[in-house]
């Protein structure tokens, strides 16, 4: 007899999900499923704000896959890929090809640029152990040129572009690494400036002012220079150029200003909107009722037609919606229609700080950075159980 194969792209959120759910609901040799993925390890995105930062460990933030799936069910493959095609069930890796009967994208997302010039050249991102690595080195490497070139100021102006909840997250971070880093090098703390640029009316624009306000305040407490309602315009060698005409010279620039779907799944043909696809109610892509797509390369509408922004949280709940739906169409049963359920958002402002609504109820200061680190502990708890708890917790 022949099974069906369901072939699962990306180990992020969403994708790991989805395969630890499969392995727990299909019965022996219901399904073929096989997970691919760039890395042998899963890496929590909501952690890399940290280990860009230098503030905490990069191998805090990942996991090794085979530690998560049961490889008697789900077969993982090593390997990146490089071309989705859906209608003849297969997809060609960079080093091979694999077809399936049903597909799950879970690729996640990649930074949106938005056509500003030089921003994919001069600008680092927070997107992947390797560039939160890199980020991490070419800061701490600012510092040590500085020592050498001293009327090089622009080595000590760190830029962080969008004042969303990756930038917010990381300049906190960056705020509490430089004073550290100011004595390792011997540097004047006063010499060094961290800015923080938002092309809206405020940081983190459309959150609940009170707590952008107080976001705000904390990060200006530790250093961090605000530049709103100012957009970068250009992104150079040596720094960016704002909407007003106003030059930042640095030689560090961290765009956190928006991602998009990945690129792949656009290059397939989807309908996609930045990227994203539009789903259906069971996550499927459109006249593709083979093809699942889920995280941040999936479009999932809420109240009033208006887009769910990508998060883990949204990524995570897909993924057990996603495996039940597949169980489904193996066994021939009726899919059940996806729900968000948002429990909220908690947001960290550097050591000891945070701002959040959980369940509809505002956090702010020790309380919500207590809460972050619940949020966390449950994600690990869910896909490791106790012994992955615990191991991160010694780490
Ligand atoms: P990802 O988690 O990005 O996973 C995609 C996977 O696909 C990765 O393993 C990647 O290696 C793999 N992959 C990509 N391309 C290929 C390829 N070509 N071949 C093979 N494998 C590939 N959301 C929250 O809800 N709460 C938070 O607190 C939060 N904090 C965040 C903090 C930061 C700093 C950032 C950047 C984001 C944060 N987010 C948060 C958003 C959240 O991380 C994303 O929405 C989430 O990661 C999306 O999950 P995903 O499964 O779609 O993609
Ligand atoms: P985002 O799109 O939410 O924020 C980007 C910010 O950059 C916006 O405030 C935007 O106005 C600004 N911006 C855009 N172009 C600009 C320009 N040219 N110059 C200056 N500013 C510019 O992106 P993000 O912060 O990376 O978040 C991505 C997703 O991940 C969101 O859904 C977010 O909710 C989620 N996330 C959640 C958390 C959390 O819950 N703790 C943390 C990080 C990210």
Known sequence: ITVPKIVILGAGYGGIMTAIKLQKELGYNEANV???????????TTHLHMPAAGTGNADQARVSITRLIDEFKIDFVKSTVVQIKANERKIILEDGSLSFDYLVVALGGE????????????????????????????????????????????YLTFVVGGAGFTGIEFAGELADRIPKLCKQFDVDPKLVKLVLIEAGPTALPGFA?????????????????????????????????LADGETV????????????????????????VRGRVKVDAFLRAQEKEHVYVVGDCSLVTGPQDKPYPPTAQLAIQQGAACAFNLVA?????????????????????????????????????????VMKKLIDLRYLYAIGGIPLVLRKMRL
């Open 34 to 44: 096989t997970l691919v993925n760039k890395h042998d390890y899963h890496y929590m």
């Open 111 to 154: 930074a949106e640029t938005f056509g500003i010039p030089g921003l994919q050249q001069h600008s680092l991102r927070i997107r992947s152990i390797n560039s939160v690595r890199f980020i991490r080195e070419h800061i701490r490497y600012q510092f040590a040129r500085y020592k050498l070139e001293p009327e090089r100021s622009d």
């Open 209 to 241: 002012p009170e707590l952008a306000d107080y976001a705000m305040k904390v990060l200006a407490h530790k250093g961090v220079t605000f530049k709103i309602g100012t957009a970068i315009r250009e992104c150079r060698a040596d720094g960016v150029v």
């Open 249 to 272: 010279k640095s030689a560090t620039v961290i765009w956190t200003g928006g991602i998009r779907g990945n690129r792949l799944v656009e290059q397939a043909g989807f309908e996609t």
């Open 329 to 369: 169409a193996i066994r021939g049963e009726a899919p059940r229609e996806f729900k968000f359920s948002g429990k909220g958002v908690v947001a960290s402002l550097g050591k000891g700080e945070a701002i959040g609504i959980v369940l509809g109820k505002t956090y702010k200061g020790g309380k919500a950075a």
